[in-house]
């Protein structure tokens, strides 16, 4: 949370920027208010200053929650971080019905159901609104075929479809543009560090914790795509984990055109 509000405080596109916790926010926010860009900053502690912290707001992001320790699975953390989940998103639901959600709290492939049917209780479901943050998947596949190809990977787009967590993670390494291709067992490889890139970084902090800068940036990405199509600005793509009517299953990460009102066109999976 705090490198993500970092990244949004510094942020043109940002007027705005409420911080909630239920422990130290009111240092985070004060800490940030220093920044010299146009976003005021405010911190909410607590249970009972939530609804004020977020009321008008446009833009929810959740990415509260505890973080993989090492030999742990996405899974592992679903009794802690749901309930954290649906009590926030039941405040969302009360105080900014209307706003875009994001869920970065793991694992999305079950935080986002779970958001689902709590904003469904309250009468105020919008599917277009609900976003599960799979951003840090495209973008460490685009970080990863850009090293192994010598480019700049700003400038390579790998969409990921499917789920957030292991073997639910599918690179299309054939629509990449620019166009590459890879020998079979490099491809294998490439595939396989792009669905564990998450047990890496948790194994390389050995305990200290899990991705959390590169999914600050990644989820500053997903927002500012967000904002931009609210804004009005047209062709915006990103994938993410939502109510999908293009496989079997009942939610699906694909590319997605962003609008106005959230969700405009599902483009789907495309030729595989």
């Known amino acids: 949370g705090q490198p993500l509000s970092l990244l949004l405080k510094n942020s043109p596109l940002v007027s705005r920027l409420t911080l909630y916790d239920i422990a130290h926010t009111p240092g985070v926010a004060a800490d940030l208010s220093h920044i010299e860009t146009r976003a005021t900053v405010k911190g909410y502690l607590g249970p009972e200053q939530l609804p004020d912290c977020l009321k008008g707001c446009d833009v929810v992001v959740i990415p509260a929650g505890v973080p993989r320790k090492p030999g742990m699975t996405r899974d592992d953390l679903f009794n802690t971080?749901?309930?954290?989940?649906?009590t926030l998103t039941a405040a969302c639901a009360q105080h900014c019905p209307e706003a875009?959600?994001?869920?970065?709290?793991?694992?999305?492939?079950?935080?986002i159901p779970i958001?689902?049917?709590?904003?469904?209780?309250?009468?105020?479901?919008?599917?277009?609104?609900i976003f599960g943050v799979t951003t840090l998947d495209i973008v460490r596949a685009n970080t990863f075929v850009a090293?192994?190809?010598?480019?700049?990977?700003?400038?390579?787009?790998?969409?990921?479809?499917?789920?957030?967590?292991?073997?639910?993670?599918?690179?299309?390494?054939?629509?990449?543009t620019p166009k590459v291709d890879f020998p079979q067992d490099?491809?294998?490889?490439?595939?396989?560090?792009?669905?564990?890139?998450?047990?890496?970084?948790?194994?390389?902090?050995?305990?200290?914790?899990?991705?959390?800068?590169?999914?600050?940036?990644?989820?500053?990405?997903?927002?500012?795509?967000?904002?931009?199509?609210?804004?009005?600005?047209?062709?915006?793509?990103?994938?993410?984990?939502?109510?999908?009517?293009?496989?079997?299953?009942?939610?699906?990460?694909?590319?997605?055109?962003?609008?106005?009102?959230?969700?405009?066109?599902?483009?789907?999976?495309?030729?595989?």
Do not use: W
């Open 186 to 272: 490099q491809l294998t490889t490439l595939i396989g560090r792009i669905q564990e890139a998450g047990t890496e970084v948790v194994k390389a902090k050995a305990g200290a914790g899990s991705a959390t800068l590169s999914m600050a940036y990644a989820g500053a990405r997903f927002v500012f795509s967000l904002v931009d199509a609210m804004n009005g600005k047209e062709g915006v793509i990103e994938c993410s984990f939502i109510k999908s009517q293009e496989t079997d299953c009942p939610y699906f990460s694909t590319p997605l055109l962003l609008g106005k009102k959230g969700i405009e066109k599902n483009i789907g999976i495309g030729k595989i």
């Open 81 to 86: 971080n749901a309930t954290i989940v649906a």
């Open 147 to 176: 090293e192994l190809k010598g480019l700049d990977p700003a400038r390579v787009n790998v969409p990921v479809i499917g789920g957030h967590a292991g073997k639910t993670i599918i690179p299309l390494i054939s629509q990449c």
């Open 115 to 129: 958001t689902a049917e709590v904003f469904k209780k309250h009468g105020v479901y919008n599917p277009n609104k």
């Open 100 to 111: 875009m959600i994001c869920i970065i709290s793991n694992p999305v492939n079950s935080t």
